[in-house]
């Protein structure tokens, strides 16, 4: 789920957030579903330079039954505290993890890499080569895939919260060549997230990519060709169908 002020919105590619609704009443229609666990990721508190909004954090904890991510201006050991006792299970950190890496040394030293995420957004280029973005896809970096998400584990990352920007909205299938990468260069749990848009799309990536787990926005939220907003998520028995 991406938060743009205090809305709910979706993105394409990365750009052209479509606004889908509030996030408590969201919260309250995933709790009905049984949604395994919620990933809440800010996608301006970094670019506009401010702190994670602790208020709609604990509004959305408060109503929230499962386990809950949250990602977004994370630059402070103590604003993850504040998170935590707000009812955040895991801190999912992103640009701050490429501006500053010992911060994930410290995040984890203090809190348990359990509980600290590092959310990894690739994108490739005309050539072929991934590459990867922070502040929300807006800046470029020249750090080699494999060589960061290993030494994000190395620093104490507890999970890689893999997000593929070409494939953000599309519901055209998870990049299995990415996930493949990155799996095969750690040992810590990978979390593909970017393409989802059938049920079968989460039974490659786990069974090809080696994902540990997988996440989905817009297959959640749009229905139809038309992609008209309706919350909804897939049966336990259609889930077990899938990997069976």
């Given at each position: 789920m991406l938060l743009k002020g205090q809305g709910l919105v979706k993105t394409v590619r990365f750009k052209k957030p479509k606004y889908v609704g509030d996030p408590i009443n969201a919260v309250k229609i995933f709790?009905?579903?049984?949604?395994?666990?919620?990933?809440?990721?800010?996608?301006?508190?970094?670019?506009?330079?401010?702190?994670?909004?602790?208020?709609?954090?604990?509004?959305?904890?408060?109503?929230?039954?499962?386990?809950?991510?949250?990602?977004?201006?994370?630059?402070?050991?103590?604003?993850?505290?504040?998170?935590?006792?707000?009812?955040?299970?895991?801190?999912?950190?992103?640009?701050?993890?490429?501006?500053?890496?010992?911060?994930?040394?410290?995040?984890?030293?203090?809190?348990?890499?359990?509980?600290?995420?590092?959310?990894?957004?690739?994108?490739?280029?005309?050539?072929?080569?991934?590459?990867?973005?922070?502040?929300?896809?807006?800046?470029?970096?020249?750090?080699?895939?494999?060589?960061?998400?290993?030494?994000?584990?190395?620093?104490?990352?507890?999970?890689?919260?893999?997000?593929?920007?070409?494939?953000?909205?599309?519901?055209?299938?998870?990049?299995i060549e990415i996930i493949k990468r990155v799996t095969k260069a750690v040992s810590i749990p990978v979390i593909a997230c970017g393409g989802a848009g059938k049920i079968t799309d989460f039974a490659e990536a786990v069974e090809k990519g080696r994902a540990s787990a997988v996440a989905a926005g817009s297959m959640f939220v749009f229905h139809g060709k038309h992609r008209a907003v309706l919350i909804t998520y897939p049966s336990v028995q259609e889930l077990e169908e899938a990997f069976s």
């Open positions: 709790n009905d579903k049984e949604v395994d666990e919620l990933v809440f990721l800010d996608i301006e508190a970094t670019v506009d330079g401010r702190k994670p909004s602790f208020k709609l954090i604990s509004e959305i904890a408060s109503e929230c039954f499962m386990p809950l991510s949250y990602g977004g201006g994370v630059r402070d050991l103590d604003d993850i505290k504040t998170i935590f006792n707000l009812g955040a299970e895991k801190v999912i950190i992103n640009s701050y993890a490429i501006e500053k890496p010992d911060f994930v040394r410290e995040a984890s030293g203090r809190y348990g890499n359990q509980s600290i995420v590092v959310a990894v957004d690739v994108k490739r280029n005309p050539f072929g080569k991934h590459e990867i973005f922070s502040l929300g896809g807006r800046k470029k970096t020249k750090l080699n895939l494999v060589d960061h998400v290993k030494e994000m584990e190395k620093l104490g990352a507890g999970e890689i919260f893999l997000n593929s920007i070409d494939r953000d909205g599309t519901m055209e299938g998870y990049d």
